[in-house]
């Protein structure tokens, strides 16, 4: 699967918009896109998932780029919960392990 | 409806020593999938099972082997255990082939090798 790159940290203002970035730029026509984040003292959770077209449910909107070579985790509202380590991954092959890298650490401040 | 649910919780374990852990997964999944996360990493794959087979394995030594029963649940087994080896270990159970049908995990087991 091809690597993604996040920056280590973020931070972000409570009912601020956070856009969190991802540069895939080996990503292959049958890479998804699939986010997850992890709260403290918690296993990971899942967040969001797309192919070419962005995506929304109501816990984010996933905006892919044209090219597909990078994508943006956008969070509309956040909230004191939502710091926690942001993951970026990458996977072509359904059913198959998720590899995780570093991810972002999201910090919110009140 | 039960999540992935994970036992023990907590467990210190002597250098040289084995230990066992257990994931009981989420209801209608029957892919189970180990993680290794060290402090300040994110998860690293040890090795996914799927109808009581090995499907797919990490970069991980023998020492780590697993095992699925007939009701999908899940056993992680770490033999010689080394001072490196204390981490949080992550059990996530899925569907497979169903890019809907996102892992879920456990809230881990905390294992420290002394």
């Known amino acids: 699967d091809a690597k993604t790159t996040q920056p280590n940290s973020m931070e972000s ?3 601020e918009p956070v856009h969190l970035p991802c540069n895939h730029s080996t990503i292959s026509g049958t890479d998804y ?11 990971p959770e899942y967040v969001i998932h797309g192919l070419t077209s ?3 449910n109501r816990m984010a909107s996933l905006a892919i780029a044209e090219d597909r070579k990078s994508s943006t985790l956008i969070l509309h509202r956040a909230t004191l919960r939502d710091a926690a380590v942001y993951y970026c991954i990458l996977n072509s092959q359904a059913g198959t392990a998720l590899i995780f890298g570093k991810g972002t650490t999201l ?4 | ?3 992935v649910t994970q036992s023990p919780t907590h467990l210190i374990k002597t250098r040289g ?3 066992t ?3 009981s997964p989420k209801s209608g999944h029957d892919t189970v999938s180990w993680y290794q996360q060290a402090l300040g ?3 690293q794959f040890i090795f996914q099972y799927y109808e009581e087979e090995e499907r797919q394995r990490g970069n991980f030594p023998d020492r780590f082997s697993g095992h699925q029963f007939p009701n999908y649940s899940s056993e992680l087994n770490v033999n010689a255990l080394l001072l490196g080896d204390s981490a949080l270990y992550l059990c996530a159970s899925s569907r497979p082939g169903k890019f809907n049908s996102p892992l879920h995990f456990g809230n881990g087991t905390r294992l420290t090798v002394t």
């Open chain 2, 41 to 43: 990493q994110g998860p």
């Open chain 2, 17 to 19: 020593q084995q230990v």
């Open chain 1, 54 to 56: 962005n995506v929304n």
């Open chain 1, 33 to 43: 896109i699939h986010w997850y984040r992890q709260l403290p003292s918690q296993g």
């Open chain 1, 107 to 110: 910090s919110v401040s009140s």
């Open chain 1, 13 to 15: 203002n409570e009912e």
């Open chain 2, 1 to 3: 409806d039960a999540g």
């Open chain 2, 21 to 23: 852990l257990r994931c």
